[in-house]
Structure formats: C-alpha cells, structure tokens
C-alpha cells in the first residue's frame, strides 16, 4: 500500500520569499510517480509537478521545483517567489502499483503581502 | 491540456433521493477514471477506480450499493449516490488519465459539491 504524509497542516510565507512544503511518503513498488496539485478556495485540483521514481534529475515547472531524495523517501515542493495568488491548500500524491493516486493531508499555504 | 468535465457543479437533495453526478472527458478516451470524495478541510479519499465497459473496483469502508458507478462509454463516467443522507453531503471529484500509465498528470474535474437535507 501506498501512504503520503504531509506534516505541515499550515505554513506561512512573506510574499517573494521561497517556502518548502515538506512531503514524505512509502511504498514497496519500485515503480511510482510523485506529484503536487494545488486547491484553491474554489475546489478545482490544479497540477504543479511531476517526479518519476526513475528520473534522475529533480523535477522544475517554473516556479516550482520538487526536492526529490530517494534515499529519505521525501519529495518536498519548492515554491521560489511566493504570490498572494499562491495562498492555497497544497497536496502532496502518489501514483504506484494499480495506477491509483492517493493524496497526503495537505498544507494550507498563507502568503503574506 | 486534457479537460475533465463534471456536472452539476453544486447540487442540493431532500434525504432520501438519488443523485447523478457526470464525469466527461471532453478531448481525450478514458479508460480509467478515478472519483474521490473530500470532506471540509481534508484530503482527496480515493473512493473508487471507474473501469470503461467493466464494473468499478471500490477502495475498502466504500459502500458499492451506496455509491453506484457506471462507465458506459470511454468519455463518461457516472456517480450516483442512492438513498443519499446528510451524512453523504460532501465535495466530490472525478479524475482521468489520457493515456495508461503515468504520463506527469492526472486530469480533474471541477467537483461537485452535495448538500444532502
């Protein structure tokens, strides 16, 4: 079974600093993917990142980057120059074995002008 | 992108009555679909995978005869929540793949969100 665990249930940031969202997570197949969505108050799942199990590089989309240490199992989101329009419940997945993605908790990011 | 439709939006019931949510990919054939339920404040639960022509696997503590499932075309999945109660209000979304496999992202719909009275 796959488990993701986000232990930061909220963070705040002053706007234009960076802040790392810290994700971790556990799993017997050696085959999986990471992922970061992020929720706005409105509901909708936006996509951020992406990281394979086998991608040697850390993954980047613009702003966002994903810290990816293998070894420690984490996978934690960088955000590099944080924008009012950043404050959002951030979620940390896993995609591994039967192709389901199960979520962590989340982190509620506050951006602060 | 690939774009996940979900109708309706915002849905209102009496307790007791049946409720149909629609899942549609509107630019790519899902296979696969995946719907979720999420409660104020929480996570995304993994309620079921939807299977194109063939029955839902459910995750366990998930009601099937509760939470009907039926993808009866590669563009469409369904919810129905039967018999529904104050209990099942909750924001629920549907997700999909383009193709098999990871391929970076899973497409969502833009939930829909139950009020049960």
């Known amino acids: 079974a796959q488990k993701i665990t986000q232990t930061q249930p909220g963070m705040f940031v002053q706007e234009k600093e960076a802040v790392t969202l810290d994700c971790t997570y556990d799993?017997?197949?050696?085959?999986?993917?990471l992922f970061w969505y992020k929720q706005p108050s409105s509901g909708e799942m936006i996509f951020l990142i992406y990281?394979?199990?086998?991608?040697?590089q850390n993954a980047t989309e613009g702003r966002y980057s994903l810290n990816f240490q293998k070894a420690r199992k984490s996978a934690n989101l960088v955000i590099s120059a944080s924008q009012l329009g950043d404050s959002a419940m951030y979620f940390c997945a896993i995609e591994a074995g039967g192709f389901k993605t199960i979520f962590g908790a989340g982190t509620r990011l506050f951006v602060k002008a | 992108g690939a774009v996940v439709s979900q109708h309706p939006s915002w849905v209102i019931c009496k307790s007791g009555t049946s409720v149909k949510i629609e899942c549609r990919s509107l630019d790519f054939q899902a296979t696969t679909m995946f719907w979720y339920r999420q409660f104020p404040k929480q996570s995304l639960m993994l309620m079921a995978t939807?299977?194109?022509?063939?029955?839902?696997?459910?995750e366990q503590g998930v009601e099937k005869d509760k939470f009907l499932i039926n993808h009866a075309s590669l563009t469409l999945s369904t919810l129905t929540v039967t018999s529904a109660h104050p209990e099942d209000s909750s924001f629920y979304i549907c997700s999909a793949r383009s193709t098999g496999g990871f391929t970076g992202e899973l497409f969502f719909g833009e939930g829909s969100r139950l009020t049960v009275l």
């Open positions: 990281q394979g199990s086998y991608d040697q």
């Open positions: 939807s299977n194109e022509g063939s029955k839902a696997t459910y």
């Open positions: 799993t017997s197949d050696p085959s999986y993917g």
